[in-house]
């Protein structure tokens, strides 16, 4: 089953990027989104608010069209990109040529070409609640990163209540302007792929830190995201950075023991 779903998923996602870059919730614009992502990484990283990557070798795991990886490329690391669709890793490939970047086409769940204790720091975004065999993805993450090495998850628990002004800013941003970003989405396929997850009831911090720590990674700390939807959305308009704010989305760092 798992490897049907995966099939799924793959065709779900590739018929995706042609669009992908259209979303708000995908796209890193260029003038005051990528400081606050490199700001953000910076953090995760442990390199201090103005320190850089160069020497490391990052993991842009599920890396779509490489929005994370270009970030990345900027703080000077040497990244690879790793993504189970040809089809995004193809318009990956458009975005970062000449960067020092390289494909990688595999499963996040099997990192089949990444040696062992080779990757200084890793980063997925608004993968783990998707992943059919999530432990697997998790050792071999932990695999892959060298003693010390860092990962940073940012994610979101879809099936969390929304506060009250979590909600408020919903509603007041479907008044301004009704949500674009999933009018390309099959929503039929979507909600087939969705209640077949292992995390079909969502994916709550403390359950993510959890099967985490139980595959030998130590957390380490919670990032604050907010600046990354207010200050680093400025050129949105109005309803889409209240639309984006309002999400119950987290980042957090982990660590691969000495």
């Not at 608010?49 to 490329?73: F, N, P, Y």
């Not at 318009?91 to 960067?99: C, D, S, V, Y």
Request: glycine share 8%.
């Amino acid at each position: 089953m798992n490897f049907d779903l995966k099939e799924e998923i793959r065709a779900y996602w590739s018929a995706r990027a042609e669009n992908f870059d259209e979303s708000p919730s995908h796209l890193i614009e260029e003038r005051y989104g990528l400081p606050e992502w490199q700001t953000l990484i910076r953090r995760a990283a442990g390199v201090g608010d103005t320190g850089d990557l160069q020497g490391k070798r990052a993991l842009d795991i599920a890396c779509g069209t490489g929005e994370i990886s270009r970030v990345l490329c900027r703080l000077g690391a040497e990244v690879s990109g790793l993504d189970f669709s040809e089809t995004m890793l193809g318009k990956a490939r458009e975005k970062l040529t000449g960067q020092n970047w390289s494909p990688v086409l595999c499963d996040a769940e099997d990192l089949k070409g990444v040696p062992d204790e080779s990757v200084d720091f890793a980063i997925t975004r608004h993968l783990t609640w998707t992943l059919t065999n999530p432990l697997d993805a998790y050792c071999e993450w932990h695999r892959v990163l060298k003693p010390g090495g860092r990962m940073l998850i940012n994610d979101h628990n879809f099936s969390l209540p929304f506060s009250t002004w979590h909600r408020l800013k919903k509603r007041l941003a479907n008044l301004l302007k009704p949500s674009s970003d999933g009018v390309n989405i099959d929503a039929e396929a979507n909600a087939a792929i969705r209640e077949r997850l292992y995390y079909k009831g969502g994916l709550t911090k403390e359950r993510l830190i959890e099967d985490m720590q139980s595959c030998g990674f130590a957390f380490q700390e919670e990032l604050d995201l907010r600046p990354i939807y207010s200050k680093g959305m400025q050129t949105w308009p109005m309803a889409e950075r209240l639309r984006q704010s309002a999400e119950n989305r987290y980042s957090l760092v982990f660590e691969k023991a000495l």
